[in-house]
């Protein structure tokens, strides 16, 4: 059996049948958005073409980002916080699986009090140390990738209320955290309930 998006029924207002329409975009239909994959340029204008989108066509209802993605470009990701804070419609954030790196950063993007973890998902914030390479090149680049690291500290400290000097400190070893951990963290606001 070939492996793809499935499809469901779908009835169009006015019409007596259903028609298939692939999952995601049903469930796009519900406001409920999807980052299954590493952050790059296509996904990113993707989701924020969504976000705007929806929220235009409704900007009372929330919109649902379901993260399960080990992290990715820094400015693609950006552009998705910039865009979840533009949108007049709140974006609660799910994190289903792991996020790591700039989806944690989406993942505490959220609406606050409306971020959520589910019990079993992995939470890495953000590691920026410098490689050694070639030092000319390295140079024309590491003010402006300071300027970056900078920004990204005071948004961690802005949305999880801890200091800037904790969030710079944690960013510099790998930090892996339980949904549990997160939550403690600041990065979530609730773990959804285990079965």
Same mark, same amino acid.
């Given at each position: 059996m070939p492996v793809g998006v499935p499809k469901v029924p779908f009835v169009v207002p006015g019409d007596e049948d259903a028609s298939w329409i692939d999952l995601y975009n049903r469930l796009f239909q519900e406001r409920l958005l999807f980052l299954g994959q590493e952050v790059n340029s296509e996904i990113s204008n993707q989701l924020v073409g969504l976000m705007v989108y929806l929220s235009l066509e409704d900007k009372t209802k929330d919109l649902y980002l379901f993260i399960n993605s080990p992290g990715g470009e820094v400015i693609s990701g950006m552009a998705m916080f910039d865009a979840m804070h533009f949108v007049e419609a709140e974006v609660q954030t799910?994190?289903?699986?792991?996020?790591?790196?700039?989806?944690s950063l989406l993942?505490?993007?959220?609406?606050? +009090?409306?971020?959520?973890?589910?019990?079993?998902?992995?939470?890495? %914030?953000?590691? #920026? #140390?410098? %490689?050694?390479? !070639? +030092?000319?090149?390295?140079?024309?680049e590491a003010n402006e990738l300071l300027k970056m690291r900078e920004t990204i +500290? !005071?948004?961690?400290? !802005?949305? +999880?209320g801890k200091p800037s000097w904790q969030i710079s400190k944690d960013m510099e070893r790998d930090f892996f955290m339980s949904a549990e951990e997160a939550q403690a963290y600041g990065i979530v606001d609730m773990v959804a309930d285990s079965v």
């Open positions: 799910v994190c289903v699986g792991l996020a790591a790196s700039m989806a993942l505490v993007g959220g609406e606050i +009090t409306k971020r959520l973890a589910f019990p079993h998902a992995m939470i890495h %914030q953000p590691a #920026s #140390s410098f %490689q050694e390479g !070639q +030092t000319v090149e390295c140079m024309l +500290t !005071q948004i961690y400290a !802005q949305r +999880t």
